[in-house]
Each structure stands twice: as structure tokens, then as C-alpha cells.
């Protein structure tokens, strides 16, 4: 059985940081394009940053300079550095695996996902 499992959530005041990983396991994902999307309460969930397979990676504009995806193919993990957080990136933080490595912004495109991991940012 595929399975993305999200870790590294957490409660961190302004401007401080945290390190999301995202562990899979049940087949190698090297070859995957690897994202990263959050989802606010009563709202959308939202493109945060992707990889492709080649390690190039793309952002969204609200955390460019703020966030760092890398991911380990050897360990068959991807992570998601956020810095300077603010409170407006307090969300549930869900993995997800594209295998056409499109690293689409819709998050129909993606057919494994996490459970998500829950940041919340203090002021």
C-alpha cells in the first residue's frame, strides 16, 4: 500500500521556523514530482511548493524566500523548510506525489497524498 505520512507540524511563534518531512513508503518516488499544499479551516487547499523529479522546484508567491523544498530520494523523503513563519501560514500541511511529474497547482493532479500535518504560527 502507498502511503505519504507528514510529520513536523507544530505550534511556533512569529518569525520562527519549523521542518515538515514527508515520508513515503510502498513504492520508490524518485521518479515523482513531490508537493506540498496547505489548507486553512472553511478554505481551499493551496499549491505551497513542488520538486520535480530533477530537483527543480517551484513556489508559491506567499512563501518564496520563506520556504526551501528538498527532497531525499534515498530515503525516499521529501521536506519542506519553512522560515520566517507568520501566522497566516497556519494550516493543515498535506504531501502529496505526482507520478507524471507534472507538479500541477490543482490539487487533482496529485494521486497520493498525506494525512497532513497541522502548523500553527502565534502572534
Known amino acids: 500500500q502507498v502511503q505519504l505520512v507528514e510529520s513536523g507540524g507544530g505550534l511556533v511563534q512569529a518569525g520562527g521556523s519549523l521542518r515538515l518531512s514527508c515520508a513515503a513508503s510502498?513504492?520508490?518516488?524518485?521518479?515523482?514530482?513531490r508537493g506540498w499544499f496547505r489548507q486553512a479551516p472553511g478554505k481551499e487547499r493551496l499549491f505551497v511548493a513542488g520538486?520535480?523529479?530533477?530537483?527543480?522546484?517551484r513556489y508559491a508567491d506567499s512563501v518564496k524566500g520563506r520556504f526551501t523544498i528538498s527532497r531525499d530520494n534515498a530515503k525516499n523523503t521529501v521536506y519542506l523548510q519553512m522560515n520566517s513563519l507568520k501566522p497566516e501560514d497556519t494550516a493543515v500541511y498535506y504531501c502529496?506525489?505526482?507520478?507524471?511529474?507534472?507538479?500541477?497547482?490543482?490539487?487533482?493532479?496529485?494521486?497520493?497524498w498525506g494525512q497532513g500535518t497541522q502548523v500553527t504560527v502565534s502572534s
Open positions: 520538486s520535480w523529479s530533477s530537483g527543480r522546484t
Open positions: 502529496a506525489a505526482d507520478p507524471r511529474n507534472a507538479l500541477a497547482l490543482v490539487p487533482v493532479s496529485y494521486d497520493s
Open positions: 510502498g513504492r520508490t518516488f524518485s521518479a515523482y514530482a
